[in-house]
């Protein structure tokens, strides 16, 4: 077979590869942000309360007395019961995250079966200071930590390929970033080109967040536990938010299906985003 019939040569798709470099990076990446959210929950008390459990947590549930005020006052405000055979329990949960402030959770749940021998559960969880008082944190702080977080793993991944020349995931898996994936010595990419290529690596997830940011500003925001229990009875908001957030994040993964893994099926070692700027990832020499 001559030069010219013969087919051309391309890059080996290095999925599995690829993934585990992801993954290592989101992981150091997700210790590091960990202990940056740690730090400013310590310098600004107003947040500690609104921040989210870290990855690394542990959650620990004990019965609880219901004389206690908060347990008291949850009972007192509980919408009525329909007639069935219906059981109250209250526990008091503690969450212990990694580099994070404790968290403190006062749960009420009723548990009713109906005529029909069905089982309906309905809840109420309230977060407690360090006194045992209930506080009512807005969720916004939590969704705008997380939004914040999720914006700047891109540019982290962008600025440590740019200053070291690869990221810890792609450095331990022997993978570079090049335009010319044939090259003896790969050229590496502009900076413009690795930041463009990190954020459209991760938009799906940006959007899915700033979505979920808007979902967030547009719920209930209870400030007291009579407000709280009230939202039992708005059973149609709950399920509206709730029916968002399902069809958002099912959209979301038929969109990271196409974005992360379908092109490996038509094109070897470049991605959708790969293909836009021109991009390919190659074993490191």
Known sequence: MTDQTAAPQRPPRLFLRR?????????????????????????????????????????????ADRSLPVFAEIEQNWPETEDGDTTVSARSCTVDSFFLPQKRLAMVTESRTGEDGGTFTRSVSIQLDENGDPVFPSPLIERAVSTLQLLAFPLALALSTIFLGWTPGKRLMSLRVTTDALAKDPPPLSPGKTITREYLKFWPLIANNLFQFVIAANAPKPASVS???????????????????????????????????????????????????????VLRN
């Open 19 to 63: 993934l585990a470099a992801l993954f290592i990076d989101f992981v150091i990446f997700g210790i590091l942000a960990t202990f940056a959210v740690g730090a400013l929950s310590l310098a600004s008390p107003q947040l500690r309360d609104g921040v989210a459990s870290s990855f690394f947590h542990t959650r620990i549930c004990q019965p």
């Open 227 to 281: 407000e709280t229990v009230a939202l039992l009875e708005t059973v149609g908001t709950d399920q509206r938010a709730i029916a968002d957030i399902l069809v958002l994040n099912a959209a979301t993964l038929l969109v990271l299906f196409v974005w992360w893994v379908w092109p490996f099926a038509l094109w070897r070692g470049r991605m959708l985003y790969d293909g836009f700027i021109r991009a390919y990832v």
